[in-house]
């Protein structure tokens, strides 16, 4: 499992998508900076920096789009180079395989989003520690919920980014914010409602929209564990529904000229000394 866990962080620590989290960790502190600049004294200034920063750049914008860039890739390697068998072959548990490339997407950006979130809370309510905790905790679990679904979604699906921007900005920007009810289904509406819950007093602009937190506590962890799971279930039925050997050349027919072309090879010398005439030695002069 390790050696899994140090080649999914290998796969995972791309130049361009090293740069892309970086940036976009260090959007919201650059702009709760500006903000905490621009609006000192303002009454409305929390509901402000709650509902625009915390809700809509932070935990709406910037956390699915990290996790994605990084968890619909988990597997990417391995189903385009179509090297997923070699590690069905290995005498490990499924869950085994795709722990590790869970951890490695929630290693890489988990920190920095957590840190990022805490580091714009700090500056945006004076310092406070209590809505930083609240922020960190509740970003820890929409990580820790969009890695397994984005897991799960790089599994069953090569074009996983297409659709995982879909889900993001339809079901948990669009649908999420004008349906009531749908925050039951939402890790948008999990996050949001363990922040809220965690610290009602500095988060009332949140108060009337979300769901009860031990509601969003088990809706996380039940999302958490299911899609986890449930990518387990489609990596052992992918590797499963057909032989090894296509996975690596495609078709049977192929297969069997690799077979048939490297028994020539190795058959070549011993044909070639059977048919080979035998010298009869003429009588001396």
């Given at each position: 499992m390790g050696a899994?866990?140090?080649?999914?962080?290998?796969?995972?620590?791309?130049?361009?998508?090293?740069?892309?989290?970086?940036?976009?960790?260090?959007?919201?502190?650059?702009?709760?900076?500006?903000?905490?600049?621009?609006?000192?004294?303002?009454?409305?200034?929390?509901?402000?920096?709650?509902?625009?920063?915390?809700?809509?750049?932070?935990?709406?914008?910037?956390?699915?789009?990290?996790?994605?860039?990084?968890?619909?890739?988990?597997?990417?390697?391995?189903?385009?180079?179509?090297?997923?068998?070699?590690?069905?072959?290995?005498?490990?548990?499924?869950?085994?395989?795709?722990?590790?490339?869970?951890?490695?997407?929630?290693?890489?950006?988990?920190?920095?989003?957590?840190?990022?979130?805490?580091?714009?809370?700090?500056?945006?309510?004076?310092?406070?520690?209590?809505?930083?905790?609240?922020?960190?905790?509740?970003?820890?679990?929409?990580?820790?919920?969009?890695?397994?679904?984005?897991?799960?979604l790089g599994l069953v699906t090569t074009r996983a980014l297409p659709f995982a921007l879909v889900y993001v900005l339809l079901w948990e920007g669009v649908i999420s914010t004008f349906m009531s009810g749908v925050d039951y289904l939402s890790v948008r509406g999990y996050s949001l409602a363990i922040m809220s819950g965690l610290d009602e007093a500095r988060f009332p602009a949140l108060e009337d929209r979300v769901i009860e937190l031990p509601a969003a506590i088990g809706g996380a962890a039940i999302v958490t564990v299911v899609f986890y799971c449930w990518a387990c279930a489609v990596c052992n039925v992918w590797m499963c529904r057909r032989p090894p050997a296509l996975l690596y050349r495609g078709s049977s027919t192929e297969d069997e000229d690799h077979r048939n072309h490297q028994r020539s090879i190795r058959m070549g010398p011993a044909r070639h000394l059977e048919r080979r005439p035998l010298l009869r030695a003429g009588p001396s002069a």
């Amino acid at each position: 499992m390790g050696a899994i866990f140090g080649l999914s962080i290998r796969q995972l620590t791309g130049r361009w998508r090293v740069t892309l989290i970086l940036l976009l960790a260090a959007l919201p502190v650059g702009l709760a900076v500006i903000i905490n600049l621009a609006a000192e004294g303002d009454a409305a200034f929390n509901e402000d920096f709650t509902n625009i920063l915390l809700d809509g750049l932070l935990v709406a914008g910037i956390l699915p789009i990290v996790t994605m860039a990084l968890a619909t890739s988990s597997f990417g390697n391995e189903l385009e180079d179509k090297t997923l068998g070699f590690l069905a072959l290995m005498p490990v548990a499924r869950w085994r395989i795709a722990l590790p490339k869970v951890l490695a997407s929630l290693v890489i950006c988990g920190p920095l989003l957590v840190a990022s979130g805490v580091v714009a809370t700090l500056l945006g309510f004076d310092g406070e520690v209590r809505p930083a905790v609240a922020v960190a905790v509740a970003l820890s679990a929409g990580v820790l919920a969009y890695a397994a679904i984005f897991t799960w979604l790089g599994l069953v699906t090569t074009r996983a980014l297409p659709f995982a921007l879909v889900y993001v900005l339809l079901w948990e920007g669009v649908i999420s914010t004008f349906m009531s009810g749908v925050d039951y289904l939402s890790v948008r509406g999990y996050s949001l409602a363990i922040m809220s819950g965690l610290d009602e007093a500095r988060f009332p602009a949140l108060e009337d929209r979300v769901i009860e937190l031990p509601a969003a506590i088990g809706g996380a962890a039940i999302v958490t564990v299911v899609f986890y799971c449930w990518a387990c279930a489609v990596c052992n039925v992918w590797m499963c529904r057909r032989p090894p050997a296509l996975l690596y050349r495609g078709s049977s027919t192929e297969d069997e000229d690799h077979r048939n072309h490297q028994r020539s090879i190795r058959m070549g010398p011993a044909r070639h000394l059977e048919r080979r005439p035998l010298l009869r030695a003429g009588p001396s002069a």
